[in-house]
């Protein structure tokens, strides 16, 4: 069973802090994706990186930094916390080719204070 | 740009139909995908539909596309508590490189029992 799991569901920070959230896919997949989930915006992509070490701007990429060491892990790191960073960040994975079907992780609610 | 539009909100009575709407702008996308997310949860794919097909059913799910009006749409039969969730439609546009999935803002169906 196809399995992305992240580290944390829910999350609260100081606004100065650095935050990191981990992804962890298990179905050796290329890509990987963060985004964030507001109400009313649906899902806006932050980060996508498509080979280890390899990683690519989506939309929203100011205030966030992403690594990725290993093919099963993507990471997000919010390098000085801001209020308007609190949200819904939803980790996926996808393998290259077919339906392109994005698989995702239960997603971490970050409450910035 | 690439965008995709939904409602944001359906309410049905139980064992009614529900019938979930949306528009895109891309027209090189090779798949069409409707996600649902439930509660406290990330997305979970329901069904995708290849864009040279005009309607693909499975189960009580039936997706209907019209590429001339880009026009996508989800119906569920018999819609049950259990149908209480986010459904999300989204697509892959060629033009991103694919790498991209672009989603609407998702539409909160609220089934009365």
């Known amino acids: 069973d196809v399995k992305v799991t992240q580290s944390s569901r829910y999350l609260v920070k100081r606004t100065g802090e650095k935050v990191f959230l981990e992804c962890v896919q298990d179905?050796?997949?290329?890509?990987m994706f963060w985004y964030r989930q507001d109400p009313g915006l649906g899902l806006r992509l932050i980060y996508f990186?498509?080979?280890?070490?390899?990683?690519e701007k989506g939309d929203i990429p100011e205030g966030y930094s992403v690594s990725r060491e290993k093919k099963e892990r993507f990471s997000l790191i919010l390098e000085s916390a801001s209020t308007n960073q609190t949200s819904m960040y939803l980790c996926?994975?996808?393998?290259?080719?077919?339906?392109?079907?994005?698989?995702f992780g239960p997603g971490t609610r970050l409450t910035v204070l | 740009g690439e965008d995709v539009e939904q409602s944001l909100f359906l309410s049905v009575r139980e064992g009614d139909s529900s019938v979930i709407n949306c528009t895109y702008t891309d027209s090189s996308s090779t798949y069409l995908y409707w996600y649902k997310q439930e509660p406290g949860a990330g997305l979970q794919l329901l069904t995708y539909i290849f864009s040279n097909m005009d309607m693909k059913q499975d189960q009580r799910l039936t997706v209907l596309l019209n590429k001339k009006d880009k026009h996508l749409s989800l119906r569920i039969a018999d819609t049950q508590t259990g149908d209480s969730a986010i459904y999300f439609c989204?697509?892959?546009?060629?033009?991103?490189?694919?790498?991209?999935?672009?989603f609407g803002a998702g539409t909160r169906l609220f089934v009365k029992a």
């Open positions: 989204a697509e892959s546009p060629i033009s991103t490189g694919g790498f991209k999935t672009i």
């Open positions: 179905m050796d997949h290329e890509n």
């Open positions: 990186s498509y080979d280890v070490k390899m990683k």
């Open positions: 996926a994975s996808r393998s290259s080719g077919g339906a392109d079907t994005q698989y």
